[in-house]
């Protein structure tokens, strides 16, 4: 399961996190019978939104003899029950069907329960989580065809435990069975499962019936169904199909967005030592997914922001992480399995690290740690060190996905790597999946794995890592001895003390020497010898550390720190503090005008995002060079960023250059150039907008709706209002923030129906999406002071548009 990006700037205001955890012990649930194979088959009601579906369950007692199974099977309305073909007694509640069987079976003698059933998942009352929003298994999307604005779909949604909500199993991480499906659909749908399609079957009322089989066994809260209106792109990766279901308007870039899918194949295959262990490989985009994306074995489903326009692939493609982490997923959570939610970290952790490795092996190690480091930011500023890693003491199942079985987890694998060294880490994680295949396993399995490759006793690592809390928190100073040319390094731990290996790098008259040493108590000390004054000391050079570092270096330091330490994150560390000092440093302005060459793309965006053009300083040189950036430079996000820089001049000799960015397919270079060109040609950059189509304008909505807004455009305040609350809570700019909070007044003043219905709708989904950080808080207290705008107002509809206000805080306080 892939976690919905959250955006670092939304944890820093809204962040008061969920302090207190329920005490209670969640151990792995126990094994009375196990499921062996499971075929159903089923069709719709669409005016219901229910399922009508036959179940023949094979299962076989776990060890000790039973003469009763209870399945989970909630929200149902049962029909019939058999065992093995005779009518059996049953008892159904609290969402258990409890079915007496016919006999007292053994261990290894199967039976098969046969349940005719009505899912119904509109009267599920389990509850989501931070992560999956929702959780009645099954969803109809525009069941009724009423929305014009949204194809009819029907998808599931398992984990955690939701796969019950649509077909009668045993819920649990730790079991596992192979599956068949025959799905009855209307004709003009194409359907996707788990396994191979095996045959399709028209029927007599407009209807087909697909066949879906899967011989390989994975656990119940991966099976999938799906079925709508789709484009079917193929792709293939050593002879398996590769399919990519997407709506149709996005067949043309399916293969932009997913393409990399056949690659990540064999990179993954290759690392893991376990050729893709799966008949097929498809992904599909659905709408309304209540999370970000989910691993179905087979059929990884994805949320509609998967599916980008060619102008936003061009710049960067958004989901490559994603699509990275669902697919590492089969070999970590599908191939093997948690075997409790406590230990979801051995599923979720290692799929998120993929996304690393993946760039570390296609686009260089700067692309892998820039991405590491948000994580860890993440992770930081999610006010969650007191959670455990592996926690089998929680409130509820859901509280597990958060970001430390995801980001925290990540970084602490990154530290084990470092630990072991890549071929001791590697090798064990292929024993670890080899000896667990098509299994489940914990957390101590996986360090009994990496300990039986390497030889190395980990207890020390897993005690303070996977079953403790907090991470590193330590204050460094320096003693320097000019007599005996020595250099002191203090390391002084705060709160909890850790034990770990750290790398130091001093930098000497233009030369490197890396120190390692081992830091075990509160405060350690380290000595080293020097010939000339240290430059620089570099403190976790390696920079593989789950670590907060406190430290004073000067402006000297970070400048020296910049030129000639080699990790992206020596430069990027260096450069946030280098660019705070452009007026009154001439050596740091230079230093942010070198960064434009940096190699990765990320500084050279930060450089040029932070340059300032009005320090004392010449800049006719540096202006030169941006003029060359913007029309250069091989990334379309610099080139972009570099055009900003221009139209903050507001010199009419630009105009050509953005006249020529408004043609670009990038839409960074397009958006740049209209926020640049409306600063010396208003008229110009007004008519152009006008021009655009209702996609494009969605695509360019931060630079329009900002000249909207500085225009004082109330004509145009409906699309004002689908974006204002990006522009007020989703940047750090100040000025931005002020600008678009009075295009809130505005909105929350007028009269127009539409822009407070859009507002309205935009405070719900954000209130619902980022509830964790209490913005449904906050956003009901904004649609309060609406409605307190409203009432004052003279605004003859005044009524209506307070009713829509309070239907949307209904909906973020049910």
């Known amino acids: 399961m892939k976690m919905k990006n959250i955006f670092v700037v939304l944890i820093l205001l809204f962040t008061i996190a969920l302090k207190a955890q329920d005490k209670i012990y969640q151990p792995e649930r126990d094994k009375i019978n196990n499921l062996v194979h499971t075929k159903l088959k089923v069709d719709f009601n669409f005016e219901k939104s229910q399922l009508n579906g036959e179940a023949w369950i094979t299962l076989t007692p776990h060890f000790y003899p039973t003469n009763k199974v209870t399945l989970d099977a909630k929200a149902f309305k049962i029909n019939e029950v058999k065992v093995n073909n005779t009518n059996a007694a049953y008892n159904y509640s609290d969402n258990e069907l409890t079915i007496e ?5 053994t261990k290894g003698e199967e039976y098969i329960v046969y349940v005719n059933y009505i899912a119904r998942p509109e009267e599920v009352t389990q509850k989501g989580s931070e992560s999956i929003k929702d959780a009645k298994g099954l969803y109809f999307i525009d069941p009724l065809e009423e929305d014009p604005k949204k194809p009819t779909q029907i998808w599931t949604q398992g984990e955690t435990e939701a796969s019950s ?4 199993t045993i819920d649990a991480p730790n079991q596992k069975t192979s ?10 749908f194409v359907t996707l499962s788990n396994g191979t399609l095996q045959s399709q079957i028209e029927n007599n009322n407009g209807t087909r019936t697909d066949y879906w089989k899967m011989d390989q066994k994975h656990a119940p809260y991966l099976f999938f169904m799906g079925a709508g209106e789709f484009s079917i792109v193929n792709d293939t990766w050593n002879g398996k199909k590769v399919d990519y279901y997407v709506e149709p308007e996005y067949e043309s870039v399916a293969k932009d967005i997913f393409g990399t899918t056949p690659e990540m194949l064999t990179f993954f295959s290759d690392l893991t030592g376990i050729s893709y262990p799966w008949d097929k490989y498809s992904q599909i985009v659905v709408r309304d997914y209540v999370s970000g994306a989910m691993e179905n074995t087979t059929a990884v489903v994805h949320a509609e922001d998967a599916q980008q326009k060619k102008g936003q692939l061009i710049d960067e493609n958004e989901w490559e992480g994603t699509i990275a982490h669902e697919l590492f997923h089969h070999w970590f959570g599908d191939l093997v399995t948690t075997e409790s939610w406590a230990n979801l970290t051995v599923n ?3 799929a998120t690290y993929s996304v690393y490795l993946w760039f570390e092996h296609k686009y260089g190690k700067d692309k892998a740690a820039a991405h590491m480091f948000k994580d860890v930011q993440t992770y930081l500023q999610s006010e969650s060190e007191d959670k455990i890693l592996v926690r089998f003491h929680y409130h509820d199942k859901e509280d597990m996905f958060d970001t430390v079985s995801y980001h925290k987890g990540n970084a602490i694998l990154h530290m084990l790597r470092d630990v072991l060294g890549d071929e001791a880490f590697f090798e064990g994680l292929r024993k670890y999946l080899n000896d667990h295949k098509f299994g489940t396993a914990e957390a101590h399995e996986l360090r009994l794995a990496l300990e039986k490759v390497s030889g190395k006793d980990l207890n020390w690592f897993f005690n303070q890592w996977y ?6 928190k330590a204050v460094l100073t320096y003693d320097y001895n000019t007599i005996n040319n020595t250099v002191t390094v203090n390391i002084n731990q705060q709160d909890k003390v850790f034990t770990f290996p750290l790398s130091i790098d001093i930098y000497e008259s233009g030369l490197k020497t890396r120190h390692n040493v081992w830091v075990n108590s509160k405060q350690n000390s380290f000595t080293f010898p020097f010939r000339k ?5 570099n403190i976790d050079a390696k920079h593989v550390l789950l670590a907060e570092f406190s430290e004073n270096k000067t402006l000297d330091n970070y400048i020296y720190q910049f030129n000639n330490a080699p990790h992206y994150l020596d430069r990027r560390l260096a450069l946030e503090e280098i660019v705070k000092h452009q007026k009154d440093s001439k050596t740091a302005l230079n230093t942010v005008v070198k960064a434009f060459d940096d190699p990765y793309y990320e500084i050279r965006v930060f450089a040029l995002e932070n340059l300032d053009l009005f320090q004392k300083y010449t800049k006719r040189d540096i202006i030169s060079k941006v003029e060359k950036i913007a029309q250069n430079d091989k990334k379309t996000l610099v080139r972009a960023a570099a055009i900003s820089v221009l139209g903050k001049l507001i010199e009419p000799i630009y105009k050509p250059l953005f006249e020529r960015g408004l043609e670009s397919e990038s839409y960074a270079i397009t958006g740049s150039s209209l926020t640049s060109l409306y600063q010396i040609d208003k008229e110009s950059t007004l008519n152009k907008i006008n021009t655009l189509n209702e996609t494009i304008k969605e695509s360019l909505a931060d630079a329009i709706t900002s000249i909207y807004i500085q225009e004082k455009d109330k004509s145009n305040l409906p699309f004002i209002a ?6 007020m ?7 931005t923030q002020q600008l678009y909070s009075e295009a809130f007044k505005w909105i929350a003043e007028s009269d127009n129906k539409e822009a407070i219905t859009n507002l309205t709708n935009n405070f719900v989904e954000l209130g619902l999406k980022y509830k964790k950080y209490n913005f449904d808080k906050m956003a009901v207290n904004m649609l309060n002071q609406m409605v307190y705008m409203q009432q004052q107002s003279t605004n003859i509809n005044k009524n209506e548009l307070i009713l829509i206000l309070k239907i949307g805080m209904s909906k973020l306080i049910e």
């Open 165 to 168: 909500c649509w077909f009668p």
């Open 179 to 188: 599956q068949e499906i025959y799905m009855t659909v209307p004709s003009k």
């Open 101 to 105: 069987l016919n006999k007292t079976y």
């Open 729 to 735: 809570f989703l940047t750090e700019n100040t000025r």
């Open 467 to 472: 079953y403790g809390n907090g991470h590193i």
């Open 533 to 537: 004054l240290p430059s620089l000391i």
């Open 722 to 727: 689908n974006h204002v609350l990006n522009g």
């Open 348 to 350: 979720e952790s290692f």
